[in-house]
């Protein structure tokens, strides 16, 4: 039940912007999107929920498609502080959550000045 | 306060001694999580405790033992165990884990070397 995300890495320089895919082969619930930075504890950034909505924070967006079974975020105007390896978590269906969230594999990107 | 906080940061330890690694949440969270954490990979949940009982158990070996004494605290008590232990070990909270998904709230972990 691993949710796929793409691409594995991002390269970018400061300013430029990045679009991570999270997908699953099952009907998803919701997403939920982390950053991890190095030696760190992953950070939530937000949560979406089935139902198309899309979610916006400062340069830092995420959108649900209901229909293709995928989730979006969308890094804008890229900072330095944006480096990091993102995660998508994945819930599959509205019982079953308690909580248990399924990872993706990890996308590691990397902001050059 | 979002913060959790674990204990001990770095912990090395030999496979029959016995430890423990210490979570706490003060923000009225009702769940809290353990997770494994292998370099390059993504976290892998462990258990899940949902108002202090034990919800989710995914088929973790018996040498790692889950404890929620009180809604702030969760530990996970460690014995005999194996190299491939070796991992970051991290701790969460949500407000429920209920049938609502939550935000959870991710402690910095503990660095755990099994030699």
């Known amino acids: 039940q691993q949710p796929v995300q793409s691409p594995q890495a991002v390269i970018l320089r400061e300013g430029e912007d990045a679009v991570i895919n999270c997908s699953s082969s099952?009907?998803?619930?919701?997403v939920h999107w982390y950053r991890q930075k190095h030696g760190e504890a992953p950070v939530f950034l937000m949560i979406?929920?089935?139902?198309?909505e899309q979610k916006g924070h400062e340069k830092i967006s995420a959108s649900f498609n209901e229909k293709k079974q995928q989730s979006s975020l969308y890094l804008t105007a890229s900072q330095l502080s944006y480096s990091g390896t993102y995660f998508c978590?994945?819930?599959?269906?509205?019982?079953?959550?308690?909580?248990?969230?399924?990872f993706g594999r990890g996308t590691q990107l990397t902001v050059w000045p | 306060d979002t913060e959790v906080t674990q204990t001990p940061k770095h912990l090395v330890m030999g496979m029959t001694n016995k430890k423990s690694l210490k979570c706490e949440q003060h923000?009225?969270?009702?769940?809290m999580y353990w997770y494994k954490q292998k370099a390059k990979k993504p976290p892998e949940l462990m258990f899940v405790?949902?108002?202090?009982?034990?919800?989710i158990n995914e088929s973790v070996p018996s040498r790692f033992s889950p404890e929620c004494p009180n809604s702030s605290l969760l530990n996970l008590h460690l014995h005999a165990l194996q190299p491939e232990d070796s991992a970051l070990y991290l701790c969460?909270?949500?407000?429920?884990?209920?049938?609502?998904?939550?935000?959870?709230?991710f402690g910095p972990g503990t660095r755990l070397t099994v030699t």
């Open positions: 969460a909270s949500s407000q429920d884990a209920g049938g609502t998904p939550y935000e959870q709230y």
């Open positions: 923000m009225g969270h009702r769940a």
């Open positions: 405790y949902s108002y202090e009982k034990l919800s």
């Open positions: 979406l929920l089935k139902g198309g």
């Open positions: 978590g994945a819930t599959a269906d509205r019982g079953s959550t308690l909580g248990r969230l399924y």
């Open positions: 099952k009907a998803l619930y919701s």
